[in-house]
């Protein structure tokens, strides 16, 4: 049976990370600062709550850095070892973090807009371990680069998962009754979620163990 990988976006404190850890989680997301979207926190909360998570469960770090120097010292003064790229950076950035990032895993996140997002993957692919399909809108006035609790094009998403070679994980908009036909659709290697498992914005662990039952259940039907 395939498995899908499941990380928890926007953890807010310790006790919000051993309660997706105890739940399941793969992986958690810490958010840093952004120009708009949920769950920002400053480096030292990202680095404290990240040496408490235990060895086999990921903690992807959001950076809205653009340049190869600024991701490197964002990651310097949080001390994870995954970093989520959730903005686009010139091609010359991009191979200087090639340089720069040799034990740091990337995730390019992909704002699946329209059509031009699939021609992303091959940009990207032979610098990143992972791509996040999201929603968002990033030449916004205010850039939207996540955290927006709305679905988008999932035909198109499961274009991007037949075309790289990498793991793609799924985000945007995901609840519990939702996850098991975005999971039949898109057929990505994870799913990512924030506001659809909170209430009040605070994780609900009702709402955590209904979308993890989800997912264990779409699996089995994969």
Not at 205 to 210: A, H, M, V
Request: neutral net charge; charged residues 25%; aromatic residues 4%.
């Amino acid at each position: 049976m395939t498995r899908t990988r499941v990380k928890i976006c926007c953890i807010s404190s310790a006790d919000e990370a051993q309660l997706a850890v105890k739940a399941g989680a793969d992986a958690i997301g810490l958010v840093g600062k952004m120009p708009s979207g949920p769950g920002q926190l400053t480096d030292t909360k990202i680095r404290d709550i990240a040496r408490d998570v235990p060895p086999g469960v990921s903690c992807f770090m959001l950076t809205s850095e653009t340049t190869a120097t600024g991701v490197a010292e964002h990651l310097l003064r949080t001390g994870v070892s995954t970093v989520q790229l959730v903005q686009h950076m010139t091609l010359a950035e991009t191979m200087s973090l090639d340089r720069v990032l040799l034990s740091t895993r990337r995730v390019q996140v992909i704002h699946v807009e329209d059509e031009g997002a699939l021609d992303l993957v091959a940009k990207y692919e032979p610098h990143v371990h992972a791509f996040l399909l999201d929603s968002g809108r990033p030449n916004a006035d205010t850039p939207e680069l996540g955290g927006t609790g709305r679905t988008h094009d999932w035909a198109l998403s499961r274009k991007i998962v037949e075309a790289s070679s990498k793991p793609v994980f799924l985000a945007g908009g995901l609840n519990a009754e939702n996850v098991g036909e975005a999971i039949a659709k898109v057929r990505p290697y994870g799913v990512d979620i924030c506001s659809g498992v909170r209430t009040g914005g605070h994780l609900d662990p009702e709402k955590l163990e209904r979308f993890m039952t989800a997912i264990r259940h779409a699996d089995r039907h994969r």
